[in-house]
């Protein structure tokens, strides 16, 4: 059936998801009227007009400027549906989704309301759209350790729906090993481990992820292919990456699609994935990026299919639904 459906897209899992990142314009401008918000745009034109970047502080400026529209639990569920049913047409049958409950506590909206009402759209996701789920807590590296423990002391009474911790926001200047106690404190509590680094910030922000906050997978680190060592002993240990093509090229960390390192990581042995981070802001969803992939830089069915499997194999999955996927 190869030639059937060449444009079905491949099943896969999306590990690299912000789901603040997936607020479309419109969505923004329509949450915006429900709960009496002005936003400084005329139209959902003019708003997407303003997603050009220069680095990544300067999207991460408009990325929490828009979360004020997200105020009641339903905000949070219709972000997640609308995320879930793209990701259903994108091929997605598993996605773990970040979430930054410190953009929306600092704004003094209850921890609780975001995560119940993200959950509620992820309870029904597997029936609905065929996509299993998991919740990664992602902390704001930028503001401080202790604000990160009491962030994770208040999801506490939601520990059972969160798979994961994340380290996201601006990562230059705010080094993995800030969040030692943090990362300790949640794997004491049994969640996973994850975090960004070498996005920005230099190679040894990786060998700090791994050796200080003991993650289990690398959010982006391209740079690791500054350091020969590291690459080395990522391999060695096959320890995930979730690179995000799309954001990569609009948040400059690469020039151009053609110019991505992507095939030199696998050329490498990395166990690389490829995920869409924040796909409203950057131009496209999971399967865009796959199929940007194949098109800038000529990549091969067989090498989608194995960044697809890989990215079965870096997940948090169970065995029984991993080997369903596989
Ligand atoms: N990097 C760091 N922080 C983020 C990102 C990212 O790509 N997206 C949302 N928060
Ligand atoms: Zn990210």
Do not use: W
Not at 59 to 70: I, S
Not at 74 to 103: K, N
Not at 265 to 289: I, K, R, W
């Amino acid at each position: 059936p190869h030639d059937a459906a060449p444009h079905t897209p491949l099943p896969k899992a999306e590990l690299h998801l912000h789901i603040e990142g997936t607020l479309e314009p419109e969505l923004a401008f329509a949450l915006a009227e429900r709960n009496g918000i002005d936003l400084p745009y005329a139209t959902p034109e003019e708003l997407r007009s303003a997603y050009a970047f220069s680095d990544l502080q300067s999207f991460l400026d408009l990325y929490y400027r828009l979360t004020a529209v997200l105020q009641t639990e339903q905000d949070f569920a219709d972000l997640a549906e609308a995320y879930l049913e793209r990701a259903a047409a994108q091929g997605v049958r598993h996605a773990e989704i970040f979430f930054d409950p410190q953009a929306h506590t600092a704004r003094g909206v209850d921890i609780g309301t975001v995560i119940r009402g993200l959950t509620s759209a992820l309870d029904t996701s597997r029936e609905r759209h065929g996509v299993s789920t998991g919740l990664i807590l992602s902390f704001l590296r930028d503001l401080s350790a202790e604000d990160a423990l009491q962030t994770l002391a208040d999801a506490a009474p939601y520990l059972d729906r969160i798979s994961a911790v994340g380290l996201d926001s601006a990562e230059v200047g705010h080094p993995p090993a800030k969040f030692t106690e943090v990362y300790a404190e949640a794997k004491r509590l049994g969640l996973r481990l994850v975090a960004h680094a070498g996005e920005e910030g230099p190679p040894s922000y990786i060998t700090e992820a791994l050796d200080l906050l003991g993650v289990e997978r690398i959010d982006h680190g391209i740079r690791c292919l500054e350091d020969e060592a590291l690459v080395a002993r990522l391999v060695a240990e096959q320890i995930p990456l979730t690179v995000c093509p799309f954001s990569n090229v609009r948040l400059r960390c690469v020039d151009r699609l053609e110019e991505h390192p992507l095939p030199a990581m696998l050329a490498a042995g990395l166990l690389v994935t490829v995920n869409s981070d924040d796909p409203s802001y950057f131009g496209g969803y999971v399967e865009d990026n796959y199929r940007g992939l194949r098109t800038a830089l000529g990549l091969t069915d067989d090498q989608l299919r194995l960044l697809a499997r890989n990215s079965f194999k870096a997940s948090f999955l169970d065995e029984a639904r991993r080997t369903e996927l596989l």
